[in-house]
């Protein structure tokens, strides 16, 4: 199977246009963990920081499929932001909460690691030879307007 593109760029990309067009204001949720994330690590929480986006918060706007940057003022100084695009953890209205949050593999096409299965070789008679039975209950789906 051919490489792919990373599906997050083009979603946020979609998301972002969505938000400005309906008047809303975008932010992103971006993990400061992650190498190259320059923000103000004064203002984050447990790691993350919540920025506002929208265009008449921000300077120098660019949000590529690689990295989103610009400029905006925190404390009355203006910085230079710059986050690597598999640092955005979801990207959201501040009016109504609409918007997605990512999954880790999300960026790349590559499936994430799953933890190693260890076969024991046994007579038949074991519990690993039943079928997996289904999960008890509803699905747990949720309605996204």
């Known amino acids: 199977m051919a490489k792919s593109t990373p599906l997050q760029p083009y979603l946020l990309i979609a998301y972002y246009e969505w938000m400005v067009d309906n008047g809303w204001t975008p932010q992103v949720l971006v993990d400061c963990s992650y190498p190259e994330v320059d923000v103000p690590q004064q203002f984050a929480n447990d790691g993350k920081i919540v920025l506002n986006i929208a265009p008449e918060a921000v300077a120098n706007f660019?949000?590529?499929?690689?990295?989103?940057?610009?400029?905006?003022?925190?404390?009355?100084?203006?910085?230079?932001?710059?986050?690597?695009?598999?640092?955005?953890?979801?990207?959201?209205a501040r009016e109504n909460d609409q918007g997605i949050m990512f999954s880790p593999n999300m960026y790349s096409d590559e499936p994430a690691e799953e933890p190693q299965q260890t076969t024991d070789h046994d007579d038949g008679d074991g519990p690993d030879d039943e079928p997996p039975k289904p999960p008890k209950g509803r699905p747990n789906l949720k309605v996204v307007k």
């Open 62 to 92: 660019e949000l590529n499929h690689n990295y989103l940057s610009f400029s905006a003022r925190f404390s009355g100084k203006s910085l230079n932001i710059y986050i690597p695009m598999n640092a955005i953890v979801a990207i959201y």
